[in-house]
């Protein structure tokens, strides 16, 4: 069974940057696609970024495109969140979840998803 645990997130003021981690276990990440979700308080959960199996193809929502970027590490079964230019909105607890798929498939539906982290919090704040 596949497991997921973020790391990386904590306090940053605005205008940092933060680089969240999704690890890995139970499973080699080669045959998955991967997103990021975050949920801040009082709101719905947001598909921020996402990636496919191939590492080929990446999506982001308006909100974060130019700031973030998404990466994989196959060989260390992670999959990484760079954020930089950081937002007091960008506060939220991030998700990193896990789907089966081939080739260049990807999305920023949560549906989608099987497998997910339990979260971890980013706070942008001065």
């Known amino acids: 069974q596949l497991q997921l645990v973020e790391s990386g997130g904590g306090l940053v003021q605005p205008g940092g940057s933060l680089r969240l981690s999704c690890a890995a276990s139970?499973?080699?990440?080669?045959?998955?696609?991967i997103a990021w979700f975050r949920q801040a308080t009082g709101k719905e959960r947001e598909g921020i970024s996402c990636?496919?199996?191939?590492?080929?193809?990446?999506d982001y929502a308006d909100s974060v495109k130019g700031r973030f970027t998404i990466s994989r590490d196959n060989t260390k079964n992670t999959v990484y969140l760079q954020m930089n230019s950081l937002k007091p909105e960008d506060t939220a607890v991030y998700y990193c979840?896990?789907?089966?798929?081939?080739?260049?498939?990807?999305?920023?539906?949560?549906?989608?998803?099987?497998?997910w982290g339990q979260g971890i919090q980013v706070t942008v704040s001065s």
């Open positions: 139970g499973r080699t990440l080669d045959y998955y696609a």
């Open positions: 979840a896990a789907e089966v798929a081939h080739g260049s498939w990807h999305s920023l539906r949560d549906i989608e998803y099987d497998s």
């Open positions: 990636i496919s199996e191939s590492g080929t193809i990446t």
